[in-house]
């Protein structure tokens, strides 16, 4: 690929390590994980990340695809429901259809790679899992007003999610898993000075998209035993 800038291509583990002595941590990390594809950080790597992830995983599976995409076009409904305008979305919604059409013609790595170092199209399918994120947030909100620091959830939709560049919270994250009905497993290098930390959202379930979080940054991992 002649431009990996916004997701790139994949990359052994190793790229992740410091050189030296390496901690515990690090050497979790490359017991259970054997590649890395990083996410350009621009504050929208979490959504990226998860979008991307999720596509390469169900890319050889037309079902899985063609639920995806039907998800998609039932988030229309949900959008509108929690007060879009449909001229707000349509666009965006369009474009990730139209990625989606292309990974079932394609099946292709490199097709969805291209795609989503398109910087127009790779930010409108950020822009639109900002907004369907903010709309479940809102539906959802006797769940979710329980977890926002805000005068109130609209508020804080409208100014920490649907803003291009805000990095997210947790409960955006929750929201998004739910919203697009994708497990996912959070890889975290803070806290413990000698173990990783991992988070399953929702809780419970079992997680097809595995994630890094390093310095407020989200980069897609993947696991020894699914290579």
Wanted: charged content about 20%; glycine content about 4%.
């Amino acid at each position: 690929m002649e431009d990996c800038s916004l997701v790139s291509c994949i990359e052994d583990i190793s790229s992740l390590l410091p050189e030296g002595t390496l901690s515990p941590k690090y050497q979790d990390l490359g017991r259970q994980f054997s590649a890395v594809r990083k996410v350009y950080g621009d504050g929208n790597c979490f959504y990226r990340a998860i979008c991307f992830a999720h596509l390469e995983l169900i890319l050889h599976n037309p079902r899985a695809l063609q639920r995806f995409k039907d998800r998609v076009i039932q988030s229309g409904k949900v959008l509108i429901s929690a007060g879009f305008e449909e001229a707000s979305f349509d666009h965006l919604q369009s474009t990730v259809l139209h990625v989606v059409d292309q990974c079932i013609a394609a099946q292709h790595e490199d097709v969805l790679l291209r795609l989503f170092n398109e910087q127009i199209i790779s930010d409108s399918v950020v822009q639109f899992l900002r907004l369907l994120t903010s709309a479940h947030l809102q539906i959802h909100e006797d769940f979710f007003c329980n977890f926002v620091e805000a005068p109130d959830l609209k508020v804080y939709c409208r100014q920490e999610v649907e803003v291009m560049a805000m990095e997210c919270d947790h409960v955006d994250i929750l929201a998004l898993s739910q919203a697009l009905d994708v497990g996912i497993h959070i890889v975290s290098m803070e806290g413990n000075e000698q173990q990783l930390v991992h988070h399953v959202i929702p809780e419970g379930v079992d997680p097809s998209v595995h994630l890094l979080y390093q310095a407020s940054h989200y980069n897609i991992l993947y696991q020894r035993t699914r290579l």
